[in-house]
């Protein structure tokens, strides 16, 4: 299945946005995820399907002002 | 002492993290700064490469309270979708609220601006919405749930000071009891001990640290501008007059008939 993460196209075998991110190689990492524009706890991410062509945004802390 | 939500703070003097040459002149700076409050974003994290993953360490070391921002967001739905995230991430209900109306000076969408904040705020968020200087905004960000404003003294890294004293003067008049702090634009320390001797509360600094030749020393004399100013406010300013008036007793004044 395709998905968009962080706006570029991937390649997932994985059912679920816990199992995409482990794929994808976020680990342990501290980030925020989102799907389709809408934020999806990390206790969640477990029960959340994905689709074909759905959005995925990873966010981590950065520098800001 | 500065009290934001019910968090009580020595330092009045705020510091965005963003645009510092390295971590460890950030770190330099935070410290010379005393600053008890940093901001902070959230970008995209690549899998591989996890650059956000260092930053948080050094953050976390430095042991300061964090005020996680919607920076960048263009409307009421990013601007609340990233306010969730930064929220778990960051795990504070603190969220300075930014919403982009315009490009060339990121003036705030004022308009998205008071939704964004009605739906945080009845979320549980402890908002601190970047906003203009008008009145009926504050009166609408306030009946949203706000209790601290964060007005501009000008555009975002600009460094021209307080753009309208006048309307930020009435500002301060109009809400004397809810923390106002000077966001964005500040260029230089004797701007933000202006912003504190006209009673603002504290003042939020990035650009004019990060971006100085030695932003550790600038940081320094940021913070002693702002003591200075809080201290002048609290001593009452004398008001500006337009004619002399002699300092020197005239009363025995020699050689006079």
């Known amino acids: 299945m395709r998905i968009i993460v962080n706006g570029a196209w991937r390649e997932t075998v994985a059912l679920e946005l816990s199992a995409a991110l482990q794929e994808l190689g976020y680990g342990e990492a501290v980030v925020a995820t989102a799907v389709n524009g809408e934020f999806v706890a990390a206790a969640v991410r477990a029960g959340t399907r994905l689709a074909e062509g759905d959005r995925v945004e990873v966010l981590a802390p950065m520098q800001g002002g | 002492m ?5 968090t009580s703070l020595r330092s009045r003097l705020l510091l965005g993290t963003a645009r510092f040459p390295s971590p460890a002149v950030l770190t330099a700076a935070v410290r010379a700064a005393r600053a008890e409050v940093v901001t902070v974003a959230l970008r995209r994290e690549s899998g591989g490469e996890r650059a956000g993953q260092g930053f948080w360490s050094i953050i976390r070391e430095l042991g300061v309270r964090v005020l996680p921002n919607t920076a960048g967001c263009h409307s009421v739905r990013e601007a609340v979708s990233t306010a969730h995230m930064a929220r778990e991430v960051f795990a504070t209900a603190w969220i300075k609220l930014e919403v982009v109306g315009e490009e060339d000076t990121l003036q705030p969408d004022v308009f998205g601006l008071t939704e964004a904040a009605r739906i945080l705020c009845a979320d549980g968020f402890e908002v601190f919405p970047y906003t203009t200087e008008d009145l009926v905004v504050a009166e609408r960000l306030l009946a949203a749930g706000c209790r601290v404003l964060m ?13 309208n004293l006048f309307g ?27 912003a504190l001797e006209l009673g603002f509360d504290a003042v939020l600094i990035n650009t004019a640290i990060a971006q100085a030749g030695d932003p550790a020393q600038m940081a320094a004399a940021f913070a002693q501008a702002v003591e200075a100013g809080r201290a002048a406010r609290l001593a009452g300013p004398i008001e500006p007059r337009d004619l002399a008036a002699p300092s020197t007793p005239v009363i025995g004044t020699a050689f006079r008939r």
């Open chain 2, 2 to 6: 500065l009290e934001l939500y019910g």
């Open chain 2, 151 to 163: 007005p501009w003294g000008a555009p975002i890294g600009s460094g021209r000071g307080l753009n």
């Open chain 2, 168 to 194: 930020l003067t009435a500002l301060r008049a109009h809400f004397p009891a809810v923390p106002l702090i000077i966001d964005a634009g500040i260029g230089v320390p004797s701007h933000a001990a202006r």
